[in-house]
């Protein structure tokens, strides 16, 4: 159903890449690597390049939305729910902030701003997870 409506036909390789995303929810963003590695880890037998056109399909029908933490790495992730993120500046870890934790913020930025930010803006807070905060 989601993929009907946003006008893309249900595939094999688009199923298989939403059911990962949506099975590893709790831990973050997957790469296109680890996409790979969960679904070849699940018995599908899909090759890099699909899943790389795989997800350029489904973020360019804003089905995925692409989150670069620097110009080497992007990752992943489900659009359905509105989020923002919080990314670990020693190892990279990315948690889902639901977006009215943050609306405050985002109204503060809003008005301090001279740029148009809709409520779908994406803010990206830089801190430590939970592990580097518990290794320092």
Known sequence: MLLRDHGLRCTAPRLAV????DRARKDGHLTVAQIQQVLTEAG????LTTVYRTVSTLTDANVL???VIDERVTSYGLTD???HHAVCTRCGAIDEVPSAHLA?????ARAGSRF??????GLTLHGLCPACQHDR
């Open 44 to 47: 599908h037998d899909v090759d």
């Open 65 to 67: 939305h692409a989150l």
């Open 81 to 83: 729910m509105p989020h």
């Open 18 to 21: 939403l059911t990962a995303l």
């Open 116 to 121: 148009a930010l809709p409520d779908t803006a």
């Open 104 to 108: 405050e913020a985002l109204a503060e």
